[in-house]
């Protein structure tokens, strides 16, 4: 499975790639420092690259990706699911059909406008019952009625991300080797 090169992805993975820190942040399990590493050092060029709501959806759909791997959190991404785009699920879409309660739709709708952003959380509520195990990433503070992720140099929690997904996949008894103690 090839993905259509992106000036944004390939942005963010040069440098984390260039990076001496970040190889012994993950070493260290700080994800949270990486995170606000990446923000700090990539956050300004690549919200000049594309619109901002855009860029700060690819940017953090980037860093997901990369931190979801290395802290070994079963995951799938960009998935199209009866009909709707999912952007992550945790675990994947099998545990979803089978267990929603142990399963996380995390949600990146790329948009500050609150209906796209409401009508995202529609479509995906009726995919994923349990109301709470959808979450939501935005570029700012927008009251929405899910866990709220915000990606920003200012007020930022998405550096707290991975911390709660490894919570929730350890308590939902998803990550079964429970590696990830953070």
């Not at 990433?137 to 866990?147: G, Q």
Request: aromatic share 6%; net charge neutral; glycine share 2%.
């Amino acid at each position: 499975m090839s993905e259509e090169s992106n000036p944004i992805k390939d942005h963010i993975f040069e440098y984390i790639q260039k990076s001496e820190l970040i190889p012994k942040l993950i070493s260290e399990k700080k994800f949270d420092l990486i995170i606000e590493d990446i923000i700090n050092n990539c956050y300004d060029k690549v919200i000049s690259m594309a619109e901002k709501d855009e860029a700060v959806g690819i940017l953090a759909t980037g860093i997901l990706h990369y931190l979801l791997t290395n802290a070994l959190i079963t995951s799938q991404r960009k998935i199209n699911y009866q009909g709707i785009e999912l952007d992550i699920v945790i675990p994947d879409i099998k545990t979803l059909e089978k267990d929603q309660k142990k399963s996380l739709v995390i949600c990146i709708p790329k948009s500050s406008d609150i209906n796209v952003i409401n009508k995202k959380i529609a479509q995906l509520e009726k995919i994923q019952q349990e109301k709470e195990n959808i979450w939501v990433v935005l570029s700012e503070n927008i009251p929405v009625k899910k866990k709220l992720f915000v990606l920003s140099k200012e007020n930022n929690t998405f550096s707290k991300i991975i911390f709660e997904i490894s919570q929730f996949s350890n308590v939902g008894g998803t990550n079964k080797f429970k590696i990830l103690r953070v």
